[in-house]
C-alpha cells in the first residue's frame, strides 16, 4: 500500500482518469501537451501496455526516449520484442537526441548479424552508437566545438523471447514491480547498475582503472565527480574525457584538463543485467535520474501498483514534482507556474516509461513495428 505521508504529498496531483483507454479511442495517439508535460496516457506493446511522460525544466529539453515494438532485427524470422530508451542529455540535448535516432537501429543491425538478442549486441550497439557520435564530434569539432562537452545518459530495456534485458550507462535507473506471492505485496526491485561518481564503488573502479591519477575523482563543494568536472563515470558522448583531441582550444576553458590522457576518462560500454520475466513480474518503471531525486524505488513501486494503467507515468512525474515543491516549502501549482530554464532550480527534466508486463501477450508476434517517440520543442527534431 502506499505510505499516509507519500500519499498526503502526491495526492493533491491526482486526477481519476475520465478518458477511458485513450489508445483504443484514439485520444492521444501522438501524444499530449500540457505546458511544460508531455505524455502518452497509454499505449500497446508486443507484451502488454506502456505509458510515457516528460517533464521539461532545463531551457531546451535535454531528455529523449523511445518505445519501439515488433521485430528486433531486419530477418523475417528473427527476434522480437519491445524496446525502450532513456536518454538523459547534458550540457545540451544533442547527444541524446542523437541515441534516440541510432541506439535502436544499431540493436537491430547486430542482432541480424547475431541471429537473435544477446547482451554483447546491445553493448556492441551501444559502442557502435558512441563512435558515430564521437565521429560528429570530430566532423563538427572546429564549427562547434562544444559539442565536445555534450554527452548523454543511456538506459535501455529489451524484452525478448521471455527475457528482460537491461542496459545502463549513467544514473538513470529501471525498476521492476515484482508480485510476492506469500505477503501479496509488489515489491521494488532495481535492476540497472548506477554509474555515478557519489557511489564508493564507482569511485574504487575509476581509481582501478587510472591507478596514476590521483585525482580522478576529487570531492568539489561535497559532491564527488570525475576529474572535478561530471558526476557520472559512464557515458555516450562526451567526447572531451573521451579523446585528448577534443580536450583543447577551442574548447571552453572550464571543460580543459591541464594534464594530458592516454586513455578514456569516461566509458561508453553498458553494465547488463538479463534475467527471465516470470510470470509474478508485474510491471517495469525507466526513469532518469530526476525521478529519483524524489521518489523511492519502492514509492514509486506502490504508485503503479494502486493506480490505473491509463496515465500512470505523468501520475508518477507529478508525484515527484509535488515531492519537490513540498522540499521548497511551495504548491505544486505554483511550481507550474515556473518556466523551464528557471525550473532547473527545483528540478531536473523528468522522463518516465512504464512498460506492464502481460504473461499471455508476452511472446505475441508482431509483424510490424510500433514506434513512439517523446515529445521534443527543438524545431530541428
Not at 571543460?255 to 513480474?281: G, M, T
Request: charge should be positive; charged fraction near 25%.
Amino acid at each position: 500500500m502506499v505510505s499516509t505521508s507519500l500519499l498526503k504529498i502526491v495526492s493533491p496531483c491526482w486526477k481519476p482518469s475520465v478518458e477511458g483507454d485513450s489508445s483504443r479511442r484514439g485520444g492521444d495517439v501522438g501524444g499530449r501537451q500540457d505546458g511544460l508535460l508531455w505524455y502518452k496516457d497509454l499505449g500497446f506493446h508486443i507484451g502488454g501496455e506502456y505509458s510515457m511522460a516528460v517533464i521539461q525544466a532545463n531551457n531546451l529539453l535535454e531528455d529523449h526516449s523511445q518505445v519501439e515494438s515488433g521485430p528486433l532485427s531486419s530477418i523475417d524470422w528473427g527476434p522480437q520484442g519491445t524496446f525502450v530508451g532513456i536518454y538523459d542529455g547534458h550540457g545540451g540535448p544533442e547527444t541524446a537526441r542523437f541515441v534516440n535516432d541510432r541506439l535502436f537501429d544499431n540493436v537491430k543491425v547486430y542482432a541480424t548479424e547475431n541471429q537473435g538478442m544477446s547482451a554483447d549486441v546491445i553493448k556492441k550497439a551501444f559502442l557502435a552508437t558512441e563512435e558515430e557520435f564521437l565521429s560528429l564530434v570530430k566532423t563538427q569539432w572546429l564549427t562547434k566545438p562544444q559539442i565536445a562537452s555534450v554527452g548523454s545518459c543511456c538506459l535501455v530495456g529489451l524484452v525478448c523471447s521471455g527475457q528482460l534485458y537491461i542496459a545502463n550507462a549513467g544514473d538513470s535507473r529501471a525498476v521492476l514491480g515484482r508480485l510476492e506471492r506469500t505477503s501479496r505485496e509488489v515489491k521494488a526491485i532495481q535492476l540497472s547498475s548506477e554509474h555515478n561518481a557519489s557511489i564508493e564503488s564507482v569511485r574504487e573502479e575509476l581509481r582501478l582503472l587510472h591507478p596514476n591519477d590521483p585525482q580522478i575523482v576529487l570531492l568539489k563543494h561535497k559532491v564527488w565527480r570525475v576529474k572535478g568536472l561530471i558526476q557520472i563515470s559512464r557515458s555516450i558522448g562526451d567526447a572531451y574525457l573521451k579523446r585528448a583531441e577534443f580536450n583543447k582550444e577551442p574548447l571552453l576553458a572550464k571543460f580543459r584538463l591541464r594534464e594530458p590522457f592516454d586513455s578514456p576518462i569516461l566509458k561508453a560500454e553498458p553494465s547488463v543485467h538479463v534475467q527471465r520475466i516470470h510470470p509474478e513480474d508485474q510491471f517495469l518503471i525507466f526513469a532518469s535520474d530526476g525521478l529519483w531525486e524524489h521518489l523511492s524505488n519502492q514509492e514509486a513501486v506502490n504508485i503503479v501498483n494502486n493506480s490505473p494503467h491509463n496515465g500512470i507515468a505523468k501520475r508518477l512525474v507529478k508525484a515527484a514534482l509535488c515531492e519537490a515543491a513540498k522540499k521548497r516549502e511551495m504548491r505544486y501549482s505554483d511550481l507550474k507556474k515556473i518556466e523551464r530554464g528557471v525550473r532547473r532550480h527545483f528540478h531536473d527534466d523528468i522522463t518516465v516509461i512504464v512498460l506492464f508486463l502481460d504473461p499471455h501477450r508476452i511472446n505475441r508476434s508482431f509483424s510490424h513495428l510500433i514506434s513512439r517517440r517523446s515529445f521534443s520543442r527543438d524545431p530541428t527534431v
